[in-house]
């Protein structure tokens, strides 16, 4: 398992990308608007869109969630179908454990691992962050080289300098550089604001030096270069989506345009001033490794939308007050926080805390760490693992300090660590916490399913006499769960060779086993392939074919997975499309199945939305150890073109094939 959960970073990806979109995509709404604004107003829009983009991702985490029911649109009025004729495939495969020739038992230890892909979240993530972190290296480059080409300038004071200040209403201290030739004006520093003039400057004219440090000048007065920076960031954290591209470009254009506005407020004749510019910016360029950190007065690329600009004189140049700023940015709180709250789900979505940090400090108030289980399930359904671990930790210290560390109490929070680490895939600390469970519970009932868990776990460790012992202990324990303990001694004594004794435990197992439960119907399929391999198969065709009708009666009674208001199909003819897999996810083998060698089809019924993915999953036909579970966790990954009808996307019934097979 990865140390960290990609599922949930995937889903906070995912979550943050489509909200970036509502968010720009309302910005250049907004903009196209604001058309008959002055620039200076539409600068605002675009500022305080990407201050809200780049608060999304932590607003996301910490704002209480504002769960939207969605109801699923199935595009049709036809009656669900209890069959269905369009059937998917796919396959689960491991390998089965072998004999070990010196100790006559199983070498059941971790299936021989084979290359592992990355998977496509994973990537997805990794190439999102690394577009982020080129970009905020290419932001540091720029910082450290403009730092550099201050400490080399020549800082220049004049009265004129001073006088231009004054005359601005500017109180900072700002300082002058003189750099080498042919170098663009522009302006940089958070905190300490400093204009960049070319070696040239004292060749220019008094108009052109007063027109360019105007300029300079107003981008510091109206704090572009903090904006500058946000906007930056932004930029480089969405670099993928289109909609930021835009914003980026839209932003420089209105923040260029409204600077030329307050230089003309300033007294400067347009017709001058669009001269100067031309003219600066047909003989000046900015270094390129300054260009993403520093403000350069002027950029070829949108110079003639910014001459055009200037001498229309019938353009709005007002320029917002402070009010408007503080109406921007309580506008993008307003739009920001209740979009990163934001979450769709349907009708069965598990409730996890905003604040997990919070919900445990309640419980340890009030002593109950039945709601921090409750939370742990729902951390749980949502692969989020750390968190459930977390609240488990906090809930089991609870327990012992309520009922004391060897309560029952405190053995069952134990068995729930236990249980989230077998589910996360940590086997060996599962092995761990079961084990101390069992040190607590004794030979309680509750400790029959952590005696069982330790003996499949001495099987993996090629210590077959220890698993039996477990297995005979969880007999004792809980004689309700003797029929699955006595099963596993069959297959202990199964790998062992010792056939006469394991088809004997396979026979009081079934005996133990309530008739036609699926535990009866797993025992009597794992019979029925002992007595194939000892060539007795005919023998065994009563047992699956019990076993068969078992698992068909469980599925006809098999609630569905991830249900949803829509209880509408259609079956693929007569008009409708299939839909068709675009991503399949294959299903994982238990670890008990792979010990039993235990292999089979499961068979899942499903319908495929609208959206693409899979609903009312149910096992029409199981196999019992966990694989139904997997199967329909696998297919729930699932991503497909959705069938059509008439052009329209429609919800089809389907059935879903998932062959276990061992090699």
Known sequence: MWSWNESAWFALGVSTALKSVAVLGAAWLVAQLLRGRSAASRHLVWTAAFAAVLALPLLSVVLPSLSVALPLLDGGDVPAN????????????????????????????????????????????????????????????????????????????????????????????????????????????????????????????????????????????????????????????????????????????ERERATDDLVLHAGARASEYAGHLLEIARTMQSPKAVACAAIAMARKSQLEGRLVAILDNGRNRKTPGRASAWVAALLAVCVAAPVAALHAQGDAAPALPADVDATIRAAIVQKNHQMLDDAASAAERLQRYDIAQKLLESSLAIRGDVSGSESVDYGMGLLKLANLERRRGELTQAATFYAKAVSVLGNRPEAAAALIYLGTNAMRNKEPDQAIDYFQKAQIADPDQAGTALMWMAVVRQYQESAEEAESLFKQALAAEKPGSPDAATTSELYAKFLQQQGRGDEGKSLRDEAASVWKAEGAKAKPVRPDSASIAVRVGNGVTAPQVIYKVDPEYTEEARLAKYQGQVVVSAEIGTDGLAYNMRAVRGLGLGLDEKAIEAISQWKFKPGTRNGKPVRVAATIEVNFHLF
Not at 104 to 111: E, K, L, P, Q, V
Not at 216 to 227: N, P, Q, W, Y
């Open 82 to 253: 209890l069959g269905s004729n369009l059937v998917f495939r796919a396959t689960a495969s491991t390998a089965a454990p072998v004999a070990d020739a010196k100790s006559g038992s199983a070498a059941i230890g971790t299936a021989e691992s084979r290359p592992r892909h990355p998977d496509w979240r994973t990537l997805f993530i990794l190439l999102w962050t690394g577009g982020t972190a080129a970009g905020f290296l290419q932001m540091l480059v720029g910082w450290a080289a403009i730092a550099r080409l201050r400490r080399r300038a020549r800082l220049v004071t004049s009265q004129e300098i001073s006088e231009l200040v004054q005359t601005q209403g500017m109180r900072r201290r700002i300082a002058v550089f003189e750099t080498g030739r042919g170098g663009m004006p522009m302006t940089f520093g958070l905190f300490r604001p400093a204009v960049f003039l070319p070696a040239e400057v004292e060749g220019w004219s008094k108009e052109r030096r007063r027109v360019v440090l105007l300029h300079e000048l107003a981008h510091v007065r109206r704090g572009d270069i903090a904006t500058n920076l946000l906007a930056r960031a932004a930029f480089s954290l969405y670099w993928w989506n289109p909609l930021a591209w835009i914003g980026w470009r839209e932003f420089l254009k």
